[in-house]
């Protein structure tokens, strides 16, 4: 079982920043990766950004350049993502999620409560 909490949503500006946390508890070792994923209003989750164990990060197209995901000794330090030069679009329940495998090679997802941001324009 993991455990995930959000932090450091809120309200900003158009062309502000933010940076969200998220700290992982529990069977921190069996994550390989993590992600931070959107929900916009009346919208489907959407993934904007994501870790693997190893550091490799992937951002979805609309992230890249300007949101920055961080995580260090393998998620026993919280990960951020770092958010510059928001958007009004961007408004949205922002989720952490983790990934994790058993020895069978199957994997579960956990979710936090997720973080609500508001990019006002």
């Known amino acids: 079982q993991v455990q995930l909490v959000e932090s450091g949503g809120g309200r900003v500006q158009a062309g502000g920043s933010l940076r969200l946390s998220c700290a992982a508890s529990?069977?921190?070792?069996?994550?390989?990766?993590m992600y931070w994923y959107r929900q916009a209003p009346g919208k489907q989750r959407e993934l904007v950004a994501s870790i693997t164990r190893g550091g490799s990060k992937n951002y979805a197209d609309s992230a890249k350049g300007r949101f920055t995901i961080s995580g260090g000794d393998k998620f026993k330090d919280d990960v951020y993502l770092q958010m510059n030069s928001l958007k009004p679009e961007e408004t949205g329940v922002y989720y952490c999620s983790a990934r994790t495998y058993n020895s069978g090679g199957r994997y579960v997802d956990y979710w936090g409560q997720g973080a609500q941001v508001t990019v006002s324009s």
């Open positions: 529990g069977s921190i070792d069996s994550i390989g990766v």
